[in-house]
C-alpha cells in the first residue's frame, strides 16, 4: 500500500520541470507586455518624427521667406528667375477646387449605396455588391489619374468645350469615385450597427422603408456617416498621382474649375521629382507645404472624432 502510495506521488525530477515551467511563464508574461508596448511606440515615434522633419526644415524655410507672404500671398511661383513668389493660397485654392468637386460626386453616391445595402439589398446581394464596391479601393492611384487623363476630361470636353486637357474638374470627379468605397463601407457599417428593434418599431407604427432608412436610421447613424465624410474628405486633400496627372502644375487662386490647377501634393511630387537642388528655398518650400498638408488633414481627424464622440448613439 505504502508502494502504491509513493508511487503516485510526482518525482523530484517532475517537480522540478514544472518549477522551471512556471518561472518560463512569469518571464514570457512579464515580457509580453514590454513587446507589445515597443510595437505600439512604433507608430508613435513614426508620428513625431516625421513631425519633427517638417517643422525643423519649414523653420528653416521661414528664415527666408517671410510668414506673412506664405499665409497670404495669392501667386506661387517659386521657379520664377527674378523674384519667387510663395504665396501658398494659390496651392490651397487647387486643393480645395479638387476637393470640393470629389465630395459633391462622392457623398451623395457613398450614402445612398450604404441606404441601400444596408436598408433595401438582401444577404446575398450585400455579399456580392460590397466587396465589388470595395475593390475601387484597391486600385492604385496613378491608375485613376491615368483614367482621368485620358478617358474622363476627352467625355467631359465632349459637354464643356471649352474644358483643357488639365483641369480640377475631371480629377476632382474622380477623386470623388476613388473616396466613394470609404464613405460606403463605413457608413453601411454604422447603419447595420442600428438595432433591427427600432426599425421594426418605425415599421410598425406606419413607416415606409424609405421613410425608416431615411428618417429613423440614417439619423441614428448619424456619427459614423459623419466621420466617414470627414476621413473620406481628409483622403482627397492628401490625394497626390491623379492631381499630379490630370490636374496640371498652374497654381492659380481663382474659382475656375475648367483650367490647369496645381495642388499642394502636386507641387511636392515636382520638387521631389529633381526640379530643385538641396538644400535651396525650393527644396524646404516642400516641406512648408507638407505641413500645411498635415495640418489640414490633422484638423479634419480632429473634426472627426469630435463629431462621432458628440452624435454617438448607444443602444
Known amino acids: 500500500m505504502a508502494q502504491k502510495q509513493s508511487s503516485d506521488q510526482p518525482s523530484v525530477q517532475e517537480l522540478i520541470a514544472k518549477a522551471s515551467n512556471k518561472k518560463r511563464k512569469k518571464i514570457i508574461e512579464k515580457l509580453i507586455p514590454i513587446i507589445l508596448f515597443l510595437i505600439a511606440s512604433v507608430s508613435v515615434l ?64 457613398g450614402i445612398g449605396s450604404a441606404i441601400f445595402l444596408s436598408e433595401y439589398a438582401s ?25 482621368a ?52 418599431g418605425a415599421l410598425a407604427m406606419g413607416s415606409t422603408k424609405l421613410e425608416v432608412a431615411l428618417k429613423v436610421v440614417l439619423p441614428a447613424a448619424l456619427s459614423g456617416i459623419i466621420a466617414s465624410v470627414v476621413l473620406a474628405v481628409s483622403r482627397a486633400i492628401g490625394e497626390t498621382m491623379i492631381v499630379s496627372l490630370a490636374g496640371g502644375s498652374t497654381p492659380s487662386f481663382d474659382l475656375d474649375v475648367t483650367g490647369s490647377i496645381q495642388t499642394m ?32 488633414t490633422l484638423v479634419m481627424n480632429i473634426i472627426a472624432h469630435v463629431i462621432s464622440k458628440k452624435y454617438r448613439e448607444e443602444y
Open 265 to 296: 501634393t502636386a507641387y511636392i511630387v515636382q520638387v521631389s521629382s529633381g526640379d530643385a537642388g538641396y538644400g535651396t528655398t525650393i527644396y524646404y518650400s516642400i516641406y512648408s507645404v507638407g505641413f500645411t498638408l498635415f495640418l489640414f
Open 149 to 200: 487623363l485620358t478617358f474622363v476630361t476627352p467625355l467631359l470636353q465632349q459637354i464643356i468645350p471649352e474644358l483643357k486637357i488639365f483641369n480640377a474638374l475631371s480629377p476632382g470627379i474622380v477623386v470623388g469615385i476613388m473616396i466613394l468605397p470609404m464613405i460606403a463601407s463605413l457608413s453601411e457599417d454604422a447603419m447595420s450597427a442600428v438595432p433591427s428593434s427600432i426599425r421594426e
Open 123 to 147: 444577404d446575398n446581394v450585400r455579399r456580392i455588391i460590397k466587396p465589388i464596391l470595395e475593390v475601387l479601393a484597391g486600385i492604385p492611384t496613378i491608375v485613376y489619374g491615368f483614367f
Open 46 to 109: 513614426t508620428t513625431f518624427g516625421i513631425i519633427g522633419t517638417l517643422i525643423t526644415e519649414t523653420v528653416i524655410f521661414f528664415s527666408r521667406i517671410p510668414v506673412l507672404d506664405f499665409i497670404f500671398g495669392t501667386e506661387w511661383f517659386p521657379f520664377a528667375n527674378t523674384e519667387p513668389q510663395y504665396g501658398i493660397l494659390a496651392l490651397i485654392a487647387g486643393t480645395l477646387k479638387v476637393t470640393f468637386i470629389a465630395v459633391i460626386v462622392a457623398v451623395p453616391f
